[in-house]
């Protein structure tokens, strides 16, 4: 809880990182070391192996969704097999009510609000929908965001009321060190959906080593601040989405 208290985070949400695969034991030992006052977990699994009763005895730890990455991992899908894919992690999660946390590139969410629509669980979108942005020198301020491919897609899936989206990482995507690539994306979820919108640190920043997360945290609270959501975004929607109150 050391970062977290750096930048007055007191409640914080573990998300498995894609490096450990399904091997959750660190998360775990973490989450039995914070306990489920402050601490929730996004754990890794095999949906078609995992036992109920595993998902219960984590889910009592303080677990409440999964992860899948279909990004960084280079994933190959088909509409047809994405559908498949995520019915079966569906299907292992819904008895707990617990969310599927995504990361995938937003020009692949327009497959996904097309197979996404009766899955019947909460949906986490991770890194703002992972957009392509344009490279500085090819850039004009300020962004269209429906320019983006998919962007429209993930607001038809957030005001269905069903999907939540990560204002996290945009350091990984966007170049520039103020952030106006993804400033205009933040600046319209904000708008559509606020209620829907939740802050991830990134931590420990995998590949950006050193890295200062403050200026991030800084741009967000400034968003989210015009808006008057920042309350919502730094904890009630995590609250909802994580199931957080019990």
């Known amino acids: ?94 008895p707990l009510d617990w969310a599927l946390e995504l990361f995938i590139g937003m020009e692949d969410i327009e497959i996904l609000e097309r197979v996404t629509g009766d899955l019947g669980v909460r949906l986490c979108i991770a890194h703002f929908g992972a957009p392509k942005l344009p490279s500085i020198d090819r850039r004009t301020y300020p962004q269209d965001p429906y320019s983006f491919v998919g962007f429209q897609s993930l607001v038809n ?6 999907t939540w989206v990560k204002f996290s990482a945009a350091y990984r995507f966007d170049e520039d060190p103020e952030m106006r690539g993804i400033e205009a994306v933040a600046k319209e979820l904000l708008k559509v959906a606020g209620d829907r919108v939740v802050f991830a640190s990134d931590w420990p920043h995998t590949r950006f080593d050193g890295l200062d997360v403050r200026p991030f ?29 019990d």
């Open 157 to 162: 899936m957030m005001r269905a009321g069903k």
């Open 217 to 245: 945290v800084e741009k967000c609270l400034e968003w989210t601040d015009a808006e008057g959501l920042t309350e919502a975004i730094f904890t009630r929607n995590a609250q909802e989405l994580w199931d957080a109150k």
């Open 1 to 94: 809880m050391k970062f977290e208290s750096s930048i007055g985070v007191p409640n914080i949400v573990l998300v498995q990182p894609s490096i450990y695969g399904n091997d959750n034991s660190c998360l775990l030992d973490a989450l039995k070391a914070i306990g489920p006052r402050h601490g929730r977990g996004v754990v890794g699994i095999d949906p078609d192996t995992i036992e109920l009763g595993t998902l219960r005895q984590w889910h009592a730890l303080g677990v409440r969704g999964v992860r899948l990455n279909l990004k960084s991992n280079n994933t190959r899908f088909t509409e047809q097999s994405l559908h498949d894919t995520l019915r079966r992690y569906a299907a292992a999660i819904k």
